[in-house]
């Protein structure tokens, strides 16, 4: 895992908590199954462009916020 992805998993964690949501709250107003978003604050796979629209706008942080900090 690089730096990158490290730092993503940890924003997109912190940006979750701050939401006070669970994995499942935010699968569900994705539409995909919990497994698939904790795969994303883990690190197993990367969520699609598409996918990083959708979880700034339920965040309300940008895109660079969740890759970035």
């Not at 698939?36 to 959708?54: D, F, H, V």
Request: charged share 30%; aromatic share 6%; proline share 1%.
């Amino acid at each position: 895992m690089t730096l990158m992805d490290e730092k993503f998993c940890k924003n997109l964690k912190e940006a979750r908590k701050a939401c006070s949501m669970t994995q499942k709250q935010v699968a569900e107003q994705l539409k995909v199954v919990e497994s698939c978003y904790a795969n994303w604050e883990q690190g197993r796979t990367e969520p699609s462009i598409e996918m990083l629209r959708k979880l700034s706008n339920i965040f309300s942080v940008s895109i660079d916020d969740l890759i970035n900090g």
